[in-house]
Nanobody, 115 residues
């Protein structure tokens, strides 16, 4: 059974940084694409960043140059380094693993950017 667990969220001031983690059990991350999504208050869930099994990355325009997605296959964990955070980055952040015939979501971690 695939289980994804996000962590690392919290309250941070504008301009600050956070690193989110998405740890997997029951599956090897390195064989799949893993993405981060977020859902802000009153908004639909939106794509943030993606890393493929080959290491290719892709980002939403709103986070390019500020966020970095990476993976540590030895820890079966994907990270999202978030720098220069803005109030509009406030959201619940989710990781999603996508395979050929299935997808799996984590439970989410709250990020609040506020002074």
């Amino acid at each position: 059974q695939v289980q994804l667990v996000e962590s690392g969220g919290g309250l941070v001031q504008p301009g600050g940084s956070l690193r989110l983690s998405c740890a997997a059990s029951g599956i090897l991350f390195k064989l799949y694409s893993v993405a981060w999504y977020r859902q802000g208050p009153g908004k639909e869930r939106e794509f943030v960043a993606l890393i493929t099994s080959s290491g290719t990355t892709n980002y939403a325009d709103s986070v390019k140059g500020r966020f970095t997605i990476s993976s540590d296959n030895t820890k079966n964990t994907v990270y999202l380094q978030m720098n220069t955070l803005k109030p509009e980055d406030t959201a619940v952040y989710y990781c999603k693993l996508t395979g050929a015939t299935f997808s799996s979501w984590g439970q989410g971690t709250q990020v609040t950017v506020s002074s």
